[in-house]
Structures are given as C-alpha cells and as structure tokens.
C-alpha cells in the first residue's frame, strides 16, 4: 500500500453507511456442494462432514432480480453497501479465522456488517475502501469469522505485472484459467460481475485485456494447494491481498513455504510476477494428538 497518501475521511453520507447490517440463512446444500466440488475436481463431502476451507463463499448469496443490479452485474449500490457508481469493483483481500468447521446439508446463519470505510488516493486516482465483517453460525457456534475489504476506484489502465519475482516454495501448483472454470465458479458463487465472462464488457467497458479470474478463487485454489501440501495442518487463520489481477487462459501457479512454526507464506502468480500474496496460521493435528 505504499502507492497511497494518507486516508481521509469519508463525506458523512458514506459515513453513514458504517453498522449497516445484513442477515442470511443458508441450509449448505448438498447439491450446491457437489457442483462446486466439480468445479475444483475434488471430492464431495458428505452430508454432516466439514465443508472444506472457503467454500462457504458459495453460499449466503442473497438472490436479487436483475431489476436490482448496476450496470457490472453486482447488486445495485447504496443498498447494504455505500453508493460508489462512478467506480469499478475489486476484491482487494482479506482475514477469516476457521474456529470450527461448516458442516454440509445443516442450516447456518451469516451476519454481516459495514465496519469500516475509507477514502484513499493513488496514483490510479481517488479509492473507497469498504470493509464488511461476516460472522457465520451454525448449530448456535461461531464457525467463521472473516472480514471482505472491497475497493471501488475510477477507471483506470489495471497494473498486469510487477518486477517482484516469485518468491522460492516448498510446493507449487499450476493452474489454467480458462473461461469455463471461470463461468462456473461464478456460477456456483451466484457472482454476476461482468469481468468474470462477458468478453466486450471486461475489455471495452473495463479495460482488462481479458476475463478476469475471481480473488475468491484465487484465495481458494491458493489454500487447497497448502492443504494438499501440508495433510496435517488445520488452518486456523488465513489473510489474502490482491497485487494485481490474473487474466484468463494464462497459467498461473500457487506456490508457498512454511516460514515459521503454524505459519506458512503463499502467493499466486505466474512469469509476470506475483498476483496475490497471503498468510496462513495454522495448527497441526500430529501435535495434538500427542497431547491428548
């Protein structure tokens, strides 16, 4: 974030926006479940087994009628989020702690809340810095709790490459986004944002040479490739930042190494560069059970 000049404080319209609330009940469907266990060429889980680490951005989506959504697919500004309509939408990053898992086929609550917004500036132009904290339930427990930081900034060239190289890893993964895997993550995660598969919108009206690959999967794909890589660490803590965006039928790789003792370093990127970066804290099973 070193690009930004101090923040300044938001008019008192957006201010008002802070302590906005909004509430959703989702039963983590099994056949949802299955559709994006396809997505990630990965086994389903069962009904009653742990939903695995951020898949539960597939669900608590509130179904809106096109009638209520802006001109980039997502729900119209100025309802649950602050009115920023001159402005694209990005996923900027994020923290969610896992204090115990979703279980598939049972009901579970989202709360959510606008706890923070800020106004910053660039080199891009001005920024609004929304955060929204997610508090999710189930059976009367805290399951998750995480906080979204998304930026609306004016429309502006996006930075596709950074001089920074990819960092040295103790196990890597390569993807390739191509526009299916896109469609259908947007699909099991009800996004409508443009970006993700309408070609003309994303090159003409955004500006991106192509489609844009989701922060959300990136995020996923980054912490099932540590999982895999790591079989005994239970993931108690994750913090993602977007760097620049992937595009389309580019492969990328997620890479990382454990750095410390229940950390571990993970980016995402490819021969341009990193494109996200992200921590993870967590325990490891062998431990505890050779305490209990």
């Not at 995660?189 to 500006?207: A, K, L, Q, S």
């Not at 913090?239 to 190494?257: C, D, M, S, V």
Request: with cysteine.
């Amino acid at each position: 974030m070193s690009d930004y000049v101090p923040d300044s404080i938001p008019d008192d319209t957006l201010k008002q926006w802070i302590g906005n609330r909004e509430q959703s009940t989702d039963h983590l469907d099994t056949a949802l479940v299955a559709r994006v266990a396809a997505t990630f060429s990965k086994s389903c889980p069962k009904p009653g087994e742990p939903l695995p680490p951020l898949w539960h951005w597939a669900f608590f989506q509130n179904p809106l009628p096109g009638a209520q959504l802006g001109g980039d697919g997502h729900p119209t500004r100025g309802g649950f989020l602050p009115p920023a309509d001159d402005r694209n939408r990005m996923w900027a990053g994020g923290r969610v702690e896992f204090l115990t898992p979703l279980r598939v086929g049972i009901e579970a609550e989202r709360v959510s809340m606008v706890v923070d917004i800020q106004e910053k500036h660039g080199r891009t132009g001005s920024l609004l810095f929304v955060t929204v904290q997610h508090d999710y339930h189930q059976a009367g427990e805290l399951a998750i709790r995480e906080a979204q930081d998304i930026v609306y900034r004016q429309p502006a060239p996006s930075k596709l490459s950074l001089d920074d190289p990819m960092p040295e890893a103790d196990w890597s993964q390569t993807f390739e986004p191509d526009p299916v895997l896109l469609f259908r993550y947007s699909a099991v995660t009800f996004n409508g944002h443009r970006i993700h598969y309408d070609w003309p919108y994303v090159t003409e009206t955004e500006g991106y040479p192509g489609l844009v690959v989701h922060g959300p999967l990136i995020a996923t794909l980054q912490l099932q490739a540590f999982c895999e890589a790591n079989p005994r660490a239970q993931p108690t803590r994750m913090e993602y930042r977007g760097l620049r965006p992937l595009i389309a039928n580019k492969a990328f790789q997620t890479t990382g190494q454990v750095t410390d003792t229940g950390k571990a370093e993970l980016t995402a990127g490819n021969a341009d560069g990193p494109a996200h970066r992200a921590t993870v804290e967590f325990n490891n099973t062998e431990d505890q059970e050779s305490r209990s």
